[in-house]
């Protein structure tokens, strides 16, 4: 079950979005417009976000869809039907979640709310335009021109490996 967590300030602006336990977080700044018909205790409706929020948030769940489609499926029918159902959260909130395998810290914005310094990060890469300790990623903002689909595979690479 999906559930969104609310912050305390508004019922309107979720704290979290997705799988409570989920082994994937991704950490924004900013959270969708929830429709009012959306219920804390339904499965949250990913095309109806989309069309709620607009190309924005269709690019974020599209991007965070490839790093986690299993390899057997299309990216595009996993982000419609199961994202954020099991395996998969997003986080607005100022702290990392404690169940998370892996947290992706997308954009300075969150990088800063959390605290991180890129400095006590390693590259994955030459580019070193995504940044790891242990099981945390500072990386781009999730946005095509920013998070090509290039550095989208290096990232479903890593946090795959363990799965």
Known sequence: MTSIETSPQTKSEPATL?????????????????PASESCETDLD????????????RKILSILAKLAT????RWQDYRDIELLQRNEIIS???????????HLVAGKASWQRLGFEPSNFSPLDDEGRVLVRDNVLLTPYPDYRQFPNRMVEQVRRLVKAES
């Open 18 to 34: 997705g799988a409570p336990g989920a082994r994937l977080a991704l950490y924004l700044p900013t959270p969708p417009l929830i």
């Open 92 to 102: 607005f909130a100022d702290h990392l979640l404690s169940n998370a395998d892996w």
């Open 70 to 73: 299993p390899a057997d499926r």
């Open 46 to 57: 990913i095309p109806g976000l989309i069309q709620h929020n607009g190309n924005h948030w």
